[in-house]
Structure formats: C-alpha cells, structure tokens
C-alpha cells in the first residue's frame, strides 16, 4: 500500500502526530499514533483519527468519505492485516447497506455469521420487542397475519390438559376438557372425534321436522359433486301443498359480541319455482328474531338476515329454521348456513 509511514517510538504521556488540520474556527483534526505511555492509558499504541479537542465546540461531526470521478459511488471496507491477506471485516456498500463480514451487503444490515442480542431483545416493524425466543415455555399463539398462510412442518407437544400423538401428516388430539377452534378449520382428509365434536359454523346438518299438517312428504340428505362436494338436506313432496322443517342448532360462538349488518345467510335451490324456502331465526331465548322473504331460486342462492338483534349468549345454541314449500315430486334443497359476527 502506497502512503506515509510515521513511527513513534516515545514511552512517556505524547502522540506523534502524523497530520494535524484546523479550520477557520479552530476546529482540529489529528492523524497519528499513540503512545504506549500515552495519560488516556487504555489506548496506549492505538492508531489515532481524532477530530475535535476538550475544550473546542467547533467540530460538529467526523465524516468518512470517498470520492470518485463522475460521482460514481464506491463502497468502504474496514479490514485488518490486508496487507498480510487478511479479510474484510465489515462494509458499507455503494448502495448504503452494511455487510458485517459480508464484502456485498443486499439488505440494510446484511450478517454473514450468528447475530446476538445481549440486551433489550429483537424490536420488530410494528413496534413489539422480542425478548425471547420460544423455549421449554413453547409457543403459545401463532398468527398468519398477512395473506400468505403459516406452511411447513408442525411438531405439537402435549400440555396439561392434552396428549398430542404426531405421526407423519396426521395429528391427534386428546383433551380433558374442550377443544375450542374459533376461526376456520380446513381440513383434507377426515376429522374424527371419539366424543362430542361442536362446529359453530357452517352448520353441517339439519334435522328434519313435522309441524303437523302438510308433512306428505319424503326428506333426507345428499351430496353433489361440483366444483366443490356440497351437502344439501332435501324435501321432496309426495302431494301438493306440503311443507317439512329443516332445522339448524347452532352454538354461538365464544367470542360473540353482535351481528354484522350481514348476519346470516343459508344456501338453498327448489326444482319448481313457484314453491320456496323460507328462513326463520329464534335467538337463545327461544324468541323469534327474523322471518325472510321466501326464497324461489332454481339455481343455488342465498337466502340473507340482516341486521339481526335479540340475546344471543355466546355458548349458547340459537335456531334457524328452514320451512320448505313444495308439491308432488317437487324438491326444496337447503345447504349450509353461515355467520358474520364481531
């Protein structure tokens, strides 16, 4: 490396200074090499870039740069025994970015090797700090809070209410209580359950009811096959004039407040036309909370509640009520029923 070599060979309290600048207000800047028995003791054979003296006021910053011609921007590396082939240690790069052991950082800090927080912990982008990371404790929430979902592999351990046996791609679940889900639950394959197994929504089944008069009729459930496997409870008239329930017992969920301004809504066709399905909603106290317009869609559809008011205690169920209209050989299909709540 070309330069200027400037050798201090003094043992008492002096520097020799290799550069001493000043400015028009007294502002000082000194290149050079301390001592070893230089009076600030700790720094004794310490190479020096000084800027600035006790009792000066007029250096206001120490600034590092590099210029090159056109103004075409070079990046800064901080190395030790170069000369010896030694390596870089740290960088910072033409765009800006610091590389620490990383001659090409591609991120604002860029670590080529384990980074360690001793105090204070990892703060994140939307202000929370990380002080550890998930040991003997375990994890206790996971959120996917982006439209990218949570993927890889899952390793549950058993609590102390639950037994969790992991094999493979499938998860069983033993608790001694309730095992809650209060979001969506996508699942391919089967979910078995050996005791009472509660989905608060959709509803999955209805139960099929009489109100005594008009009851000529045949019901069950099916399945069709489309772009997605639907379940339907069906009416089907054996005479003219018939009707038959089709009733929902939903459980409110847990973290129920009120209803949106869409409150329900449940998927229903009929064969002909001029009959129809008709919703009725009873809140937990068995009141009756909304009757809709009947519906006589041909082609799947939604029959909406909105606005929907009265006691619905999360927990508790509440019923909705699918009173079909239909005459000989006609066929009054109602499928699922879901909720939007706050």
């Not at 639950?162 to 679940?173: D, R």
């Not at 391919?188 to 608060?200: D, E, H, L, P, S």
């Not at 459930?221 to 009416?235: H, L």
């Not at 008709?278 to 909105?306: H, M």
């Amino acid at each position: 490396l070309a330069g200027i070599t400037v050798q201090n060979n003094s043992s008492d309290t002096s520097a020799a200074a290799l550069y001493v600048a000043t400015n028009d207000q007294g502002g000082e800047a000194i290149f050079g090499m301390l001592s070893s028995g230089y009076a600030g003791g700790a720094f004794g054979n310490y190479a020096l870039i000084n800027a600035g003296t006790p009792a000066s006021t007029t250096v206001e910053a120490l600034a590092i740069n590099i210029e090159a011609s056109g103004g075409v921007l070079r990046p800064i590396y901080f190395a030790q025994n170069a000369q010896q082939g030694g390596s870089n240690k740290m960088t910072i790069g033409s765009n800006g970015f610091v590389g620490i052991a990383s001659d090409e950082p591609t991120s604002r800090l860029t670590v080529a090797g384990t980074m360690e927080t001793t105090l204070g912990g990892v703060k994140f982008p939307d202000g929370t700090i990380q002080t550890t990371a998930a040991g003997a404790g375990g994890v206790t929430g996971i959120s996917s809070q982006g439209a990218t979902p949570i993927t890889g592999a899952a390793d549950i351990k058993a609590g102390s209410n639950a037994v969790v046996t992991q094999s493979g791609q499938t998860i069983e679940v033993a608790v001694a209580n309730t095992l809650t889900l209060s979001g969506s639950l996508d699942v391919t394959g089967m979910i078995k359950g050996a005791g009472v197994m509660n989905i608060y929504h959709p509803a999955i089944m209805g139960v099929h009811n009489g109100d005594g008069s008009n009851n000529n009729c045949d019901s069950w459930n099916t399945f069709e096959a489309g772009s997605v496997m639907e379940q339907w409870n069906v009416i089907d008239g054996l005479s003219d004039g018939q009707d038959i329930d089709i009733v929902y017992q939903i459980q409110v969920p847990y973290n129920f407040t009120t209803w949106e301004s869409t409150s329900l809504k449940v998927h229903y066709k009929v064969s002909d036309t001029s009959k129809n399905v008709t919703v009725y909603v009873y809140d937990t106290g068995g009141t009756l909370r909304s009757t809709s317009t009947p519906g006589q869609s041909a082609t799947e559809a939604d029959i909406t509640i909105s606005y929907l008011a009265g006691t619905f205690t999360p927990g508790e169920t509440f019923i909705v009520l699918c009173k079909g209209a239909v005459d000989t050989n006609d066929f009054a299909y109602v499928g699922w029923v879901k909720g939007w709540y706050d």
